[in-house]
């Protein structure tokens, strides 16, 4: 069974309750009090694949805060390895600010930070092990040069790709390219299409109606509307469910159950992660 290692962005989740989200110039009011999660679709996507059962690894960056440190800390009592997490004293740690409306939908704006420190110059070091079995489990919280140099190294090692695009950027052609899979949800698939990328390995989610894997469907798993509370972490618990399942070696079909399931138990709680306070 390989490792997951998990490059990207940890973040803590400011997260407000609204009846529905305000149109442009509206102010509204929350309903309750702002709470703080756990987030970030790096942290979320590791959160996801130690959950899965998957031996993890965490390549991200943090401030020098009461934030960051008990993120870094909530990692390590999930069993993950935080050995190349590093703390920065010229960023805060990263943060979302989230509303939630009545019917489970978000909208979130990333303020970055930390993040934008994930540099290169940490790659040759904290992916120094992956080899052929382990899975490198990507996304586009970071800059898009690091993820890039990353994909690249692992995939000369020996290592899968997974690249989940979102927040959807352009990547390099070769990249867009090694990745197995590139993962968009349906709204990224329209921003791909109008780019010159080619993938040659690509999943779209269309949330409860399931994915499509280089053009063959497979079902959801469904959802009572009743049961729905937030659907913020949906995609990175399939994204990381879907990189724990490949690391054992599951097929295509097992891989994406285990990866719409996960997608599926993640709405019905709030925040990104199953006892996501921070």
């Not at 990692?75 to 390895?81: F, P, S």
């Not at 590093?86 to 019917?103: L, N």
């Not at 724990?244 to 993640?266: E, H, K, M, N, W």
Request: with cysteine.
């Amino acid at each position: 069974m390989g490792r997951v290692v998990v490059l990207g962005s940890l973040n803590v989740d400011l997260v407000a309750a609204v009846e529905r989200h305000p149109g442009p110039g509206e102010t509204i009011l929350a309903d309750g009090a702002l709470e703080r999660f756990a987030g970030g679709k790096g942290g979320n996507q590791a959160v996801a694949a130690a959950a899965a059962g998957a031996d993890v690894a965490m390549v991200a960056a943090v401030g020098d805060d009461e934030g960051g440190r008990a993120y870094v800390e909530r990692l390590r009592d999930r069993g993950i390895d935080v050995s190349a997490v590093r703390t920065t004293s010229t960023a805060s740690t990263g943060q979302a600010w989230i509303t939630v409306d009545d019917e489970g939908e978000n909208a979130i704006v990333v303020i970055p930070g930390a993040n934008g420190q994930v540099a290169p110059d940490v790659l040759a070091d904290a992916l120094s092990g992956l080899g052929a079995g382990d899975v490198l489990l990507l996304q586009l919280e970071v800059p898009v040069r690091t993820v890039a140099a990353a994909a690249r190294l692992a995939h000369g090692a020996g290592a899968r790709v997974v690249v989940n695009a979102a927040p959807y950027a352009a990547l390099p052609h070769d990249v867009a390219a090694l990745a197995d899979p590139l993962v968009v949800n349906e709204h990224e698939a329209l921003q791909l299409a109008d780019s010159d990328a080619q993938p040659t390995s690509l999943l779209v989610t269309f949330g409860a109606a399931g994915c499509s894997w280089d053009g063959e469907r497979h079902d959801g798993i469904p959802v009572d509307a009743a049961d729905v509370v937030d659907t913020t972490g949906a995609g990175d618990a399939f994204c990381g469910a879907l990189a724990a399942a490949l690391a054992r070696g599951a097929d295509r079909a097992a891989a994406v159950a285990a990866a719409s399931q996960a997608g599926a138990d993640a709405v019905r709680h709030r925040g990104a992660q199953r006892d996501p306070e921070l």
